[in-house]
C-alpha cells in the first residue's frame, strides 16, 4: 500500500513537473507549492486529492495550451500585416520610378497569351488623335509604319516563343522616337517601350552608329582577311602593322600574325624604297611589279595609299593579264606581219577616217610614199591625192563617187568592187566596216586575174572542140548521178540519141541503154558504184567484150568536183594483135623450157661417158699400166685437158639447173677469206703463167672470216679470176681485192682488157653469152652466169662497170652475217 501511495505520489509530482515545464514561470511556481502540500497529505486523501487534481491540471493545461496558439496566431497576423504593408510600399515606389518617364509595360506570364499591359499608352498617339484601348496596343500597325511594326511582330513572336531578347529604336506615326527592348524574365516575357528624347535619343544614335561601324569594321576585316589578293597596313615608321592571309602566303608566312610580327615584305628593296618616295611625297602609288611568289615569279599591281597613321596597301595578281596582253600584242604583230607579208594591200581606217595602218603591198600598189603614209593621212586625201596623180577610175562626178565610197562607214555589210585604172590595170577592192568604227580596204591587183578567166574561158572552148573530135568516148556524171557532158564519141560507141543524152538522164536509164550492146551486170553495178559513192573513190578500169564482137577498155575517174569521167576505148585491135603476142610467147617460153630440160639431159647422159674417159686417161697416164711413147703422152695430156674443160662445163650447166629449178642448198659455214682467195689463185696459175699475167692481191692479212658456203664461194672467185685472165692482154696484170665493211665483204676484181660495149653489157649474165671482143678469152658463156647465181643465192649482189678499152670491174657483195639475211628474206 505504501509502495502504491509512493508511486502515485511520485506520478503526480512527475505531471506536476511535466506540467510545470509547459506553464509559465509564475504558474510553474504555484505548481511548486502544490507539490508541498502533496507532499504531506496522507494516501488516501492524496488518492482523492489525485483524482481532483488530474482533472482540473488536464484543464488548465488545455487552456494554457489554447491561450497560448492563440497569441502566436495574433502575433503572425501583425507581422503579415507589417510585411504586407511595407511589399505596398516598396511595389509603389519601384511603380513611380519605373513610371516616371512616359513608358508602355507590357508582360505575358507563361503559359497564358493574355497580355498585361501597363504605362502611358498616350505616347504612341498623335497629339489630335483620339484615345487608344490599352489591347490596341499589341496591333502595332496602329501606331507604326507598315516596316517596323512587321519587324517588331517577327521580334515579340522571337521573344514569346525561343526567349530571345531585342532591342529596336523605331519611329512612331506619331514621329516620336521610341525604343522597344524585350527580355525574358521570371518566366514571363516582358517588352517595355519608351519614348528617346534629348540625351538619351543622342546616346542611342551613338550607339546605333557604333555599332554599325563595328559591324562595318568586322565586315571590312573579314573581307580583307578573305581577300584573295595581299592587303597589307603600315605604321608611319614603316612597319607592318596588318596582313591578310594572302599576304601570309605569298611571304611564306604560316600566319598573318608571322608576316606581322617578322615584318616580311612582299617587294624587293628598290620596289619598296620607289613606293615610300612615292608615298613621302603624298601621291597615291601604283605600278606593276615583279614579285616572287612560291618560288616562281609573277606580276602583281601594287596600289598603295597614306591612311592617317601610315599607309594601306594592295597587291593583285596582274600575272594571267600581263600574259594575256602580251599574248594580245605578240598576236597584234604577227598579224601585222602576216598582212605585210600579203599579196593583197590592206589599208585600215580608224572612226575618224584616217590611216591606221598599211602594208607595203598597198604602198606598191599605189606607188605613195610611206612619208606621206606615216602620217596618218585622212581618207578623203589620200583619194585626192591619187586622183591627181591619174591612179584611180576616171569619174564624170568625183565628189559624189567619193561619197558613195564613203558609205561604207556607215554601212553593216562589206562591199566588193572593181576598178579599172587608167593604166590599163584591174583592181579589186573589198570595204569592211571596222567594228569599232572605221572601214577596212583590201585591194588585189585583178588583172593577170581577169586575162587567166578570158584565158580559162578559151580554153574551155578548146577542150570542149577537143572532147568533140576525140576518137574515144568520154562521158562525165556529176555526184547526183546525171550525164552533164559527153562527146559524139560516146553516143556514137553506144548507139545512143544525143538529143537523150541532151536531157542530163541517170546513170540508171544511160545502164539500160547500153545493155542491149553489154549485159554484164557486176560490171554496170560497179560503173554505178564509182558514180554515186560518197567514199573510197578511186580510178576503176574494166575491160568490156560487148556482144558485136569488139573489145573496149573502160576507165572510171573521180573529178576534184564530185564528177566521175568515164571513157572508153575500142582496143579491139590491140586486144588481137597482143593475143596474136601472148601466143607467140608461150611458143618461146615453151621452147626455152625445152631447151632447159635438153641440156639437162644432155648434161647428165654427157657426165657419165666424161667419166669413163677421164678416169681411163688417168689410167693410162699412170706409170703402173706401162710406159707411153711421147707421142702419146702427148695426145693423153690434151685428151685429159679437155675432158677436164668440158667437165667444168657439164658441172657449171647442172649447178645453173639446179639453181634455176630452186633445189640448190648452201652449206654455210665459215669461210677464211684469204683462204678462199688463195685457193681461187691457185687453179689459174697455169693460165696466168702461160699468159705472163701478173695476180695482184689487195686484201688485209687479218681481213677474218664471213658465213657463207666456202665452195662456192671460191667457185666464183674462181669464174671472175679465169674471165678477167681471158680478156686480159698479155704482159698485164689482174687485181683482186678485199674489203670488209660492218654489214658485207666486198671482192672486186679488174682487168686491163678491152671492156665491155654498153649493147653487151646487159647480156654478160646470160646463158652462154661469150663475147671475145678482140681477147684471147674462149669459153661457154656460164662463168658469170654461174657467179651471179651464187652471190644472188648467199644474198649479194653482183654489179658490173666497164668502159671500152679500159677494162672491166665485176664487184661482189656478201652479207657478212647470214642470219640477218635469212630473217630478213623471212
Known sequence: MLSCTSLVRDGMIGLAATTALAASPAQA??????????????????????????????????AILLMRTRMRAATNERRLKTDLHALQAETDRYRALLFAEPQVLI???AGDDRPDISGDVALLLPQDSPSLAPQRVLAFGTWLPPEPALQMDHAVDALREAGESFQLHLTASNGRAVEAMGRAIGGQAIVRIRELGGLRRDLAEMSLRYRDLVAETEMLRGIAASAPWPLWARKANGQLAYANAAYASATDAATPADAVAGNLELLDSDDRAAMARTLNDNVAFDARLPVVVGGERRIYDIHARNVPGGSAGLAIDATEAANLRAALQRMADAHRRTLDQLSSGVAVFDAERRLAFYNDSYRRLWDLDRNFLDTNPDDSGILDKLRAARKIPEQPDFRAWKTRLHEAYRAVEPAKD???LPDGRAVSIVTTPNPEGGVTYLFDDVTESLDLARRFDGLIRVQRETLDNLAEAVAVFGSNGRAQLFNPAFAKMWRLSPEALNEQPHIEAVVDWCKPLYSDDAAWHTIRDAITAIENRGPQPLKMERSDGSVLDCMTLPLPDGATMLTFQDITDTENV????????????????????????VSYELRSPLTTIIGFAHFLSDPSTGPLTMKQDEYLGYITASTN???AIINNILDLATIDAGAMTLNLGPVDIRKAIDAAAEGIQDRLARDHIALRVDADPNIGQFVGDERRVVQVLYNLLANAVGFAPQESAVTLS?????????FAVSDHGPGIPADVKDKVFDWFESHSNGSRHRGAGLGLSLVRSFVE????????DSAVGKGTTVTCEFPADQAIHRSAAE
Open 418 to 420: 572593181v576598178w579599172y
Open 107 to 109: 508582360s505575358w506570364p
Open 793 to 800: 643465192l648467199h644474198g649479194g649482189k653482183v654489179r658490173v
Open 738 to 746: 678485199a674489203r670488209r665493211n660492218d654489214h658485207s665483204v666486198v
Open 29 to 62: 511556481s504555484d505548481l511548486g507549492s502544490a507539490l508541498a502540500i502533496f507532499a504531506d497529505l496522507d494516501q488516501r486523501g492524496i488518492m482523492a486529492m489525485l483524482l481532483s487534481s488530474s482533472v482540473a491540471c488536464f484543464s488548465v493545461l488545455a
Open 578 to 601: 597482143e593475143r596474136a603476142l601472148r601466143e607467140r610467147n608461150e611458143a618461146l617460153e615453151a621452147a626455152d623450157q625445152m631447151k632447159v630440160d635438153f641440156v639437162h639431159h
Open 645 to 647: 674443160a668440158l667437165l
